[in-house]
């Protein structure tokens, strides 16, 4: 089987989307079929067995507002077009992207299988024109894309309630993987912690509530942010001592880093369930996240402490992350079987396999 996969951006980006990505088209590799990425030409392309297609694009908006948008040119749209052609099936991430709009029209217009797996819904930016636009986008294309693909694949189910609820769509619930080689407790043990190092890990943008980091800094001297990503906010810009940007990371270190800090904290909105977290748990280290993240996984939400984040209120917001890191209680036993849970869970192949299932259409995806 030739499997195509369409993302706005290659891995090396450095968001979580295209992590997945990445993961899966590797998965695909390994378990036999020939796998192909299209993605937008900012990055380099990915290894690993991957056939990569770059699409040479323009990205305006994210550079102006956090929020990336890559274009593609005519050549990008003709190099999209040959290799739905050349493709058994076509596995789209997220729908609100013109790669992914255009892949989804241009795969329907040659018969082919679509399977489009949603990650967001909607994001509650500080701005309420971007509020506003965000809600008639995901009306405009979003419920359409949904409407229009195969299988819909959703990676948490708060982002599937919201956008499909309990309507008549069928679709999948499918959580991503973690590298349980990498993401793992310090010798499978889980060590004593306290809450003085709080790590961030994502991108440096408004969603992930940077805002939210730098007021929370502010107020708590006491303890010291360790941010791990990049992106258009500088964090070192803001003149706070106990804040170190320690810029993107390896997997590996990121490793390091969730065993190494007392909790991770992200205190982002419009999210569906950040790998990070994910990770953090397989390698036993406490979550405080922007609700409703800790609702992703129903049967993790024991372990994930969630808290309303409002971007246009950043004060408040942290306030509330800084009593939420205050009253924590996750003890080594807790964070022991936390951990023990998601390295059983998340699985990479086991996604890839099942997504490689629906691209054949062996069986109709249950509701």
């Known amino acids: ?88 099936a076509v596995l789209i991430h997220d729908a609100l992207y013109v790669t992914s709009v255009l892949a989804m029209l241009l795969a329907k217009a040659r018969g082919k299988r679509v399977i489009l797996i949603q990650h967001i819904a909607g994001i509650p930016f500080a701005s309420p024109v971007l509020r506003r636009i965000m809600g008639a986008a995901n009306a405009l294309i979003t419920q359409p894309m949904l409407r229009a693909a195969d299988v819909r694949v959703f990676i948490s189910d708060s982002v599937r309630q919201e956008l499909i609820g309990g309507g008549s769509q069928p679709s999948e619930l499918m959580f991503n993987g973690v590298d349980g080689a990498i993401f793992h407790p ?14 961030f890990v994502g991108r440096y943008v408004e969603k992930k509530g940077l805002a939210v980091l730098r007021a929370l800094a502010a107020l708590r001297p006491d303890l010291t942010f360790l941010l791990a990503g990049s992106g258009p906010v500088h964090p070192a810009e803001w003149g706070l001592a106990n804040v170190q940007d320690l810029g993107p990371q390896t997997p590996e270190a990121l490793a390091d880093l969730y065993r190494s800090a007392d909790l991770l904290l992200l205190p982002s909105v419009g999210e569906g369930f950040p790998l990070v977290i994910q990770e953090a748990m397989a390698c036993g280290l406490p979550v405080i996240c922007g609700a409703p993240s800790n609702r992703a996984d129903p049967d993790a939400g024991q372990w994930l402490h969630g808290v309303a984040i409002d971007l246009g209120q950043p004060e408040a917001s942290a306030t509330r992350c800084s009593d939420a890191i205050d009253s924590l209680n996750l003890g080594a036993a807790d964070r022991a079987e936390m951990a023990s849970y998601a390295l059983r869970r998340y699985d990479w192949r086991a996604m890839a396999e099942r997504l490689l299932t629906l691209a054949h259409g062996a069986r109709k995806a249950a509701s």
């Open 1 to 88: 089987m030739r499997i195509l996969t369409v993302s706005h951006f290659f891995e090396g980006h450095g968001g979580g989307i295209e992590r997945v990505a990445g993961q899966l088209c590797r998965q695909f590799a390994q378990l036999g079929a020939t796998s192909v990425w299209a993605a937008s030409n900012a990055d380099p392309p990915p290894t690993g067995g991957v056939e990569a297609v770059a699409l040479g694009c323009v990205n305006p908006t994210e550079r102006l507002t956090g929020l990336p948008m890559p274009i593609p040119g005519a050549r990008g749209i003709l190099a999209l077009a040959r290799e739905i052609k050349r493709s058994d």
């Open 186 to 199: 310090v010798d499978r043990a889980i060590r004593a912690a306290s809450t003085g190092r709080i790590l």
